[in-house]
């Protein structure tokens, strides 16, 4: 903005014969006011620096330098571009280094976080208190994960980070993508459950009535899929989509649910229940967080991700 308004200063008959150059060129020369200084600086003749001021006097339609006893000095109009002009080109430079600033202690930004409940249950509240403290100005827009593929959205801006269940490689090129956590399985009861009394066992498992969480509202799970590769069964007696009712429709009941341990440690502790080893092995899964290439150098997006990073380090 600031080098548009210096442009739109000049003549417009002279606008096309200067460029970025001829810019860096008044720059140094309103710094020095002296052609020779100013030529050493950035490595010209003196001639060309002369020639290139006598450019800019013809395009501003103002001398810029004019002689004095004491050598030059600027004219009012040159007073009045300097401190702009400084700041213009300060800020191509940090263009082109690519490296543009972020200070999370000041930053006005709002993430858009596609993700599931579970992911939210586990990550928000440690990143939400860092936020807090750290980048008060930074806001957080949970969304929920689109059906479908996720990529058109994570490539569109309308989601700039997704957290879910993918194993490497899950997505195509243009997409990248960084293991938060490894989560396994723990089966949770209410206190004083019958089931709680003893070792849980496999037929003892297959006797109980159950909860499944399945966000998707879709028949069968993990749990299941491993019950068959066993020849066995169990019965879904409650089906819900969402793992925020499920800790309290277990402890009202004699339901067992078979969940993540990390979440059922946060249900034991919030509404009293009961922990308990599943009576089979089964491989867990890993919780990652994906974005697009188009964010991937973006200093805020990598601050967020390494908050997202020490969130899971629980």
Known sequence: MLLIAIMSSVHDAELAGLDLNALVVLDALLDERH??????????TQSAVSHALAKLR???????????????????????????LRRALDGVKQAIRGEPRFDATTARRTFRIATVDYAELILLPRLAARLAIDAPGIDLWVVPVPDGDLGPAL?????????????????PAGFYQRRLFDEDFRC????????????LTLARFCELNHLLVAPR????SR??????ELGRTRRIAVRVPHFLIAPHVVAASDLVA?????????????????LLAPP???????????WHERLHQDPGHRWLRERLVEAAAI
Do not use: C, K, N
Request: proline share 6%.
């Open 280 to 290: 089979f092995e089964m491989t867990g899964f890993t919780i990652a967080m994906a």
């Open 35 to 44: 052609v020779t200084r100013a030529a050493s600086r950035l490595g010209r």
């Open 155 to 171: 490539a569109a801006a309308d989601v700039d980070l997704a957290l879910g269940v993918w194993s490497a490689p899950a997505w």
């Open 223 to 228: 749990v299941d899929d491993r019950l068959a």
């Open 58 to 84: 013809e395009a501003f339609g103002d001398p810029l330098l004019v002689r004095s006893a004491s050598g030059l000095v600027l004219t009012a109009r040159a007073e009045a571009i300097a401190p702009a």
């Open 217 to 220: 509202g879709t028949p069968g």
């Open 188 to 199: 949770v009861v209410r206190t004083g459950h019958p089931a709680a009394a003893q070792r």
């Open 258 to 274: 078979t969940i993540p341990s990390r979440l059922a440690r946060l249900y034991a502790e919030a509404v009293g229940l009961e």
